[in-house]
């Protein structure tokens, strides 16, 4: 049977800290649950976001049993279960791992994989990522060593179109048009060149790698490294390859400065069924919308908050489409909720200054240049990537900056005043410079 744990604080962190850690990973799962201001929360680890329909079922099953009958989706393509009770961990494990959803009890918070959504979909990608999601889950849950990676720990596996990969994930693995990999060991233009088969393998020992690096420091990711030991992590890593018995070269290769998210709508390539791209305004899925996504095919749900529905009959596209429509979701470009994303914020979160989900539903307009992320606090759960307007509520009122990768240019501080602050947050996403 599988071993519940009891809700446990989270120490409070800022997206942007880089530093030693003195006491344990308290990042919360599904055995170890975190109390919250509205009741426990489980974050349920989806390599790749990938959910069959029987696994969606138990999801809801578990919202609606234990939970506030909600399913919130991570920017990490995880789910979130909130509002249960502290004491349901026993039932919420048998329910999902009769699910399949925890294959290994010892490793379910470092399953922390986000892949190319719409890999083998369209015919941008260079390789169908599939099977290395399937291998690499393997290896992780098969391994004794990485039961001692951090909850924040993160593998990216991109199909050569770049979106993940600009994620700043620990390690990522990325498919080249000649059936090579490249490994990506923190966030540095270096990478090694491998055999496309050998990718899962040679990420597991990179795995290995950092965790000998970070022994010392108590590292959580490769960028909480000690200079030194990041400088010096790729060139080890090629060592261990070698090693191991893999072809290894060094190559050269920016990470993409932004991560394009797949645009709302159908996704036709070279299959008969067609793909349905969906966004989901502030991550936040009711049951009938849940039902509606699941209902329709197999499920990848995206590092921005979104799903991809798999396998859709084309005679069904239509109808699909404006049904989801209907149910509030985004399903085509214009919708003023693109790109606008926010954290729990209050009366769900503790350290939360303000009702920043209710502050950026009453700010919806016209659809922005930008993204924008409303927080609750300066530690801004969830925060997207690359260029974004960052809207932060303070005791001084909600500060509005415009962040590019790690400069961050501030433009206003709106106080008591929403007309002001929605004018003020509409003209940032639309602006051309900062």
Same mark, same amino acid.
């Given at each position: 049977?599988?071993?519940?744990?009891?809700?446990?604080?989270?120490?409070?962190?800022?997206?942007?800290?880089?530093?030693?850690?003195?006491?344990?990973?308290?990042?919360?799962?599904?055995?170890?649950?975190?109390?919250?201001?509205?009741?426990?929360?489980? $974050?349920?680890?989806?390599?790749?976001?990938?959910?069959?329909?029987?696994?969606?079922?138990?999801?809801?099953?578990?919202?609606?049993?234990?939970?506030?009958?909600?399913?919130?989706?991570?920017?990490?393509?995880?789910?979130?279960?909130?509002?249960?009770?502290?004491?349901?961990?026993?039932?919420?494990?048998?329910?999902?791992?009769?699910? *399949?959803? =925890?294959?290994?009890?010892?490793?379910?918070?470092?399953?922390?994989?986000?892949?190319?959504?719409?890999?083998? =979909?369209?015919?941008?990608?260079?390789?169908?990522?599939?099977?290395?999601?399937?291998?690499?889950?393997?290896?992780?849950?098969?391994?004794?060593?990485?039961?001692?990676?951090?909850?924040?720990?993160?593998f990216a596996l991109d199909d050569g179109r770049g979106?993940?990969?600009?994620?700043?994930?620990?390690?990522?693995?990325?498919?080249?048009?000649?059936?090579?990999?490249?490994?990506?060991?923190?966030?540095?233009?270096?990478?090694?060149?491998?055999?496309?088969?050998? *990718?899962?393998?040679?990420?597991?020992?990179?795995?290995?790698?950092?965790?000998?690096?970070?022994?010392?420091?108590?590292?959580?990711?490769?960028?909480?490294?000690?200079?030194?030991?990041?400088?010096?992590?790729? +060139?080890?890593?090629?060592?261990?390859?070698?090693?191991?018995?893999?072809?290894?070269?060094?190559?050269?290769?920016?990470?993409?400065?932004?991560?394009?998210?797949?645009?709302?709508?159908?996704?036709? *390539?070279?299959?008969?069924?067609?793909?349905?791209?969906?966004?989901?305004?502030?991550?936040?899925?009711?049951?009938?919308?849940?039902?509606?996504?699941?209902?329709?095919?197999?499920?990848?749900?995206?590092?921005?908050?979104?799903?991809?529905?798999?396998?859709?009959?084309?005679?069904?596209?239509?109808? =699909?489409?404006?049904?989801?429509?209907?149910?509030?979701?985004?399903?085509?470009?214009?919708?003023?909720?693109?790109?606008?994303?926010?954290?729990?914020?209050?009366? +769900?979160?503790?350290?939360?200054?303000?009702?920043?989900?209710?502050?950026?539903?009453?700010?919806?307009?016209?659809?922005?240049?930008?993204?924008?992320?409303?927080?609750?606090?300066? $530690? $801004?759960? +969830?925060?997207?990537?690359?260029?974004w307007i960052d809207v932060v509520a303070t005791p001084?009122?909600?500060?509005?900056?415009?962040?590019?990768?790690?400069?961050?240019?501030?433009?206003?501080?709106?106080?008591?005043?929403?007309?002001?602050?929605?004018?003020?947050?509409?003209?940032?996403?639309?602006? $051309?410079?900062?």
């Amino acid at each position: 049977m599988l071993a519940a744990m009891s809700a446990s604080p989270i120490s409070p962190r800022s997206p942007g800290d880089s530093c030693a850690r003195s006491s344990p990973d308290a990042c919360p799962g599904t055995l170890r649950l975190h109390r919250a201001d509205d009741g426990a929360l489980a $974050r349920v680890r989806i390599p790749g976001g990938v959910l069959t329909a029987a696994r969606a079922d138990a999801l809801l099953e578990a919202a609606l049993r234990l939970g506030d009958g909600e399913l919130h989706l991570t920017s990490r393509g995880n789910v979130q279960l909130r509002g249960l009770d502290p004491d349901c961990g026993a039932e919420l494990a048998r329910l999902l791992g009769g699910a *399949g959803l =925890l294959p290994s009890e010892r490793h379910e918070r470092v399953r922390n994989v986000v892949a190319s959504p719409l890999s083998g =979909l369209d015919t941008l990608g260079s390789a169908d990522i599939g099977p290395w999601l399937a291998e690499l889950d393997r290896l992780v849950c098969a391994s004794d060593r990485t039961t001692a990676l951090s909850g924040r720990f993160l593998f990216a596996l991109d199909d050569g179109r770049g979106d993940v990969d600009a994620l700043g994930a620990d390690l990522a693995l990325l498919a080249r048009a000649d059936g090579s990999a490249m490994l990506r060991v923190g966030d540095t233009d270096t990478v090694l060149r491998v055999p496309a088969a050998d *990718g899962p393998r040679a990420v597991l020992l990179a795995a290995g790698a950092f965790l000998d690096a970070a022994r010392d420091s108590g590292a959580w990711r490769v960028k909480d490294l000690p200079a030194d030991a990041a400088a010096t992590l790729p +060139g080890e890593v090629s060592r261990r390859l070698r090693n191991a018995g893999i072809t290894v070269a060094p190559a050269s290769l920016p990470r993409p400065p932004e991560a394009c998210p797949p645009a709302p709508g159908p996704v036709r *390539g070279n299959r008969r069924e067609v793909a349905l791209s969906v966004g989901v305004p502030l991550g936040r899925l009711d049951r009938e919308q849940w039902r509606l996504l699941s209902g329709a095919g197999e499920l990848r749900l995206t590092p921005w908050r979104g799903a991809v529905v798999t396998g859709a009959a084309p005679d069904r596209v239509d109808g =699909l489409l404006r049904s989801l429509s209907e149910a509030g979701l985004i399903v085509g470009p214009g919708s003023p909720w693109a790109g606008v994303g926010a954290c729990v914020g209050q009366p +769900g979160c503790a350290k939360s200054l303000a009702d920043v989900r209710a502050q950026a539903g009453a700010a919806v307009g016209p659809a922005g240049r930008l993204p924008v992320y409303w927080s609750g606090c300066e $530690r $801004r759960c +969830g925060h997207p990537h690359g260029e974004w307007i960052d809207v932060v509520a303070t005791p001084e009122g909600h500060r509005i900056s415009h962040v590019r990768g790690d400069r961050t240019t501030a433009a206003a501080t709106i106080r008591d005043n929403p007309a002001a602050l929605a004018a003020a947050v509409a003209a940032a996403r639309n602006a $051309r410079t900062a």
